[in-house]
């Protein structure tokens, strides 16, 4: 069964840190890029980041560039998202998600979706 | 950025009607969009990806349409199992990767 397992999350002090970690099962992990996407109580989805299969691609939302680290294991299958400088505004269900692809040979595009996600990890930041 | 906005952003809708849900994007995103599920307590699921695709096990009542700015996502004959918030992302020009604020579709 294809599965992410998200872990890590707890109650940190504003200005803390967290680190947060994703276990993949049931696919080839390192073939597949990853994301970080958090939801904060009662609102929408936000992405936080991006990372390629190899590592070598790393892109952050603006709102948590600087102070978050995404990285991955390919040999643990992991995913990881090193929080520091933790503020309110972070506090979420955090997510990591398959960034899945497909090439529709009749109009010669690839297309892009998250197609397995976590459960989620809960983050709160509060003193 | 790109902007993506849902509207409605609370849908009332008996079981067996049909459903519509909108989504804009403040520029073109071509047909780089998804559609996704969520009900309480659970992840997202993906329902559409490539403005009109099903993704693998998504029943055929739900279907999606659009590109560029306007997309829409259809359920032909709501179940009771369709109630929860639908959220449209883009992927044609990030990051970052934008989703709508959502739509939730309720019982009416």
């Known amino acids: 069964e294809v599965q992410l397992v998200e872990s890590g999350g707890g109650l940190v002090q504003p200005g803390g840190s967290l680190r947060l970690s994703c276990a993949a099962s049931?696919?080839?992990?390192?073939?597949?890029?990853m994301n970080w996407v958090r939801q904060a109580p009662g609102k929408g989805l936000e992405w936080v980041s991006y990372i390629s299969s190899s590592g070598s691609t790393i892109y952050y939302a603006d709102s948590v560039k600087g102070r978050f680290t995404i990285s991955r294991d390919n040999a643990k299958n992991s995913l990881y998202l090193q929080m520091n400088s933790l503020r309110a505004e972070d506090t979420a269900v955090y997510y990591c998600?398959?960034?899945?692809?497909?090439?529709?040979?009749?109009?010669?595009?690839?297309?892009?979706?998250?197609?397995?996600w976590g459960k989620g990890t809960t983050v709160t930041v509060s003193s | 950025e790109i902007v993506m906005t849902q509207s409605p952003a609370t849908l009332s809708v008996s079981p067996g009607e049909r459903a519509t849900l909108s989504c804009r994007a403040s520029q073109s995103v071509s047909s780089n969009l998804a559609w996704y599920q969520q009900k309480p307590g659970q992840a997202p699921r993906l329902l559409i990806y490539?403005?009109?695709t099903r993704a693998t096990g998504i029943p055929a009542r739900f279907s999606g349409s659009g590109s560029g700015t306007e997309f829409t996502l259809t359920i032909s004959s709501l179940q009771s199992e369709d109630f929860a918030v639908y959220y449209c992302?883009?992927?044609?020009?990030?990051?970052?990767?934008?989703f709508g604020q959502g739509t939730k579709v309720e019982i009416k």
């Open positions: 049931g696919f080839t992990f390192s073939s597949y890029e």
């Open positions: 490539g403005a009109s």
């Open positions: 998600a398959r960034w899945g692809v497909i090439y529709s040979s009749s109009s010669g595009d690839y297309y892009y979706y998250m197609d397995v």
């Open positions: 992302q883009q992927y044609n020009n990030w990051p970052p990767l934008t």
